[in-house]
């Protein structure tokens, strides 16, 4: 109730700017003030005049009076600047910290506001406001795309710099954590970012001239070798028979080296996953692109053609993944296995969606060095939008994605404001209701 409070005095739906106090003084709302998400009073800066005095200062709301002694402010010298309590119900009186009594006056909420606003946060469909968006101009669906992409790229930031302050501020080490979680595409991101977390970059740069070592040390690490038998004659000769006992005796060296501690294999899924998408063929391809460069974070800074960043991930795995999904089965009868098992484009843009525009990001905002954010955004635009089901929701709706930036921009929507349904804090559900409430004037 008290968000259906808020967002009618923000957009200032009441009937009038007018009111009386319940002593009768005559209140006008010259500015509602600024919307305030963190603590303290609901408004900042707001501006009203009591009778012929103008009083600057800050606004709260409450469905009901009483909720001001509910929520304590009777004791909390933050609540002492409030020039106004706003109120659903008054029933009672309220205080400052010094006794004062404070002015509030009843917000009177119309009707159709009420039932519209109700009307579109009880709905329980993915898009609420779906069946009105074909009606929304295209230049305001684009002003608000451009706002969440902000958003979602600001939110990735926090990500990379509670990495970076976890990492003694190592940018290659951050760098490598998170490119290692976006290898787990989705299904396995949580289990590969702890495989990373478990093996520090300083071991996989002293190793990337030996491949075999650096699959060693992922296989092994991510718990994947202790499993692995001999090669069954049973099934016909196997060309590559070996590798995986070579795997093992090479991680069982460098364990002991390094005092690694594995994580359980076991965490890792093939559930509903496609066979390219399979963790074993995933850790092929990471250390593949490990071996092929070294400070890959400085290449990713100082390359910004978009072709050439796709050639860093661009790799192939050892031959062994050629005829392989996992360990001990090979597929000769399988033409399809047979093949290079190089990341794909599909998956190398969203590497970059994922991982490159949002380092580049955040690079730019920590070191503020606006040419590294612009690049961001100019990537994401260079990249074709993603296809997944939010996009395919959205397209639906009427509203299309032209490129990644799009496509983030609407998970953004989706995932901080359909699914949470805070329509009210959104431009669109905005836009939807005052083109209601429109027909009712």
Same mark, same amino acid.
């Given at each position: 109730m008290e968000k259906m409070l808020h967002y009618i005095w923000k957009h200032?739906?009441?009937?009038? @700017?007018?009111?009386?106090?319940?002593?009768? &003084?005559?209140i006008t709302v010259i500015d509602p003030?600024? *919307? =305030?998400?963190?603590?303290?009073? @609901?408004?900042?800066?707001? +501006?009203?005049?009591?009778?012929?005095?103008? $009083?600057?200062?800050?606004?709260? %709301?409450?469905?009901? &009076?009483? @909720? $001001?002694?509910?929520?304590?402010?009777?004791r909390d010298k933050m609540y002492d600047n409030v020039i106004l309590h706003v109120v659903r119900h008054d029933d009672c009186k309220v205080y400052y910290t010094n006794n004062v009594e404070v002015r509030q006056v009843v917000l009177p909420v119309p009707v159709n506001v009420e039932t519209n606003i109700e009307w579109l946060l009880s709905r329980d469909t993915p898009v609420p406001c779906e069946g009105n968006l074909f009606n929304i101009p295209a230049i305001y669906l684009s002003d608000w795309l451009t706002t969440l992409l902000m958003e979602r790229l600001e939110r990735k930031t926090q990500d990379v710099e509670m990495r970076l302050s976890l990492n003694s501020k190592d940018w290659n080490e951050t760098f490598y954590i998170t490119l290692m979680r976006n290898f787990g595409f989705g299904t396995n991101s949580d289990i590969f970012e702890m495989l990373a977390k478990s093996l520090p970059f300083k071991h996989i740069l002293k190793h990337r001239n030996n491949p075999l070592q650096i699959e060693a040390l992922f296989f092994g690490q991510a718990g994947l070798l202790d499993d692995v038998s001999i090669s069954d004659p049973s099934r016909g000769f196997e060309p590559f028979g070996n590798y995986a006992n070579e795997l093992r005796t090479e991680y069982s060296f460098l364990r002991k080296k390094y005092n690694l501690q594995p994580v359980s294999g076991f965490l890792?899924? =093939?559930?509903?996953?496609?066979?390219? =998408?399979?963790?074993?063929?995933?850790? &092929?391809?990471?250390a593949a692109v490990w071996t092929h460069n070294d400070l890959l974070f400085s290449k990713i800074l100082e390359t910004e053609d978009l072709v050439a960043l796709r050639k860093f991930f661009n790799v192939e795995p050892s031959p062994y993944w050629s005829e392989h999904y996992n360990f001990n089965t090979v597929h000769k009868k399988d033409n399809s296995c047979v093949r290079r098992k190089s990341i794909g484009a599909n998956a190398t843009n969203i590497i970059l969606i994922n991982t490159v525009a949002p380092i580049l990001f955040a690079y730019g905002k920590i070191k503020k060095r606006d040419n590294y954010c612009e690049r961001a955004l100019r990537l994401l635009e260079k990249i074709p939008a993603e296809r997944n089901a939010i996009v395919t929701l959205f397209g639906n709706a009427g509203v299309k994605a032209d490129n990644a930036g799009d496509s983030q921009a609407l998970i953004q929507l989706q995932r901080e404001y359909c699914e949470k +349904? +805070?329509?009210? *804090?959104?431009? %669109?559900? *905005?836009?939807?209701l005052a083109d209601i409430m429109k027909s009712y004037s």
């Open positions: 200032r739906l009441y009937p009038s @700017d007018e009111f009386r106090t319940h002593d009768g &003084a005559l003030g600024i *919307y =305030n998400t963190d603590a303290g009073p @609901d408004f900042f800066n707001a +501006k009203i005049r009591i009778g012929t005095t103008v $009083w600057v200062g800050n606004i709260e %709301i409450h469905n009901r &009076a009483s @909720d $001001w002694i509910l929520h304590r402010h009777d890792f899924r =093939n559930l509903r996953t496609r066979p390219v =998408n399979f963790p074993h063929v995933r850790l &092929a391809q990471a +349904k +805070k329509c009210l *804090y959104c431009r %669109i559900g *905005y836009r939807v």
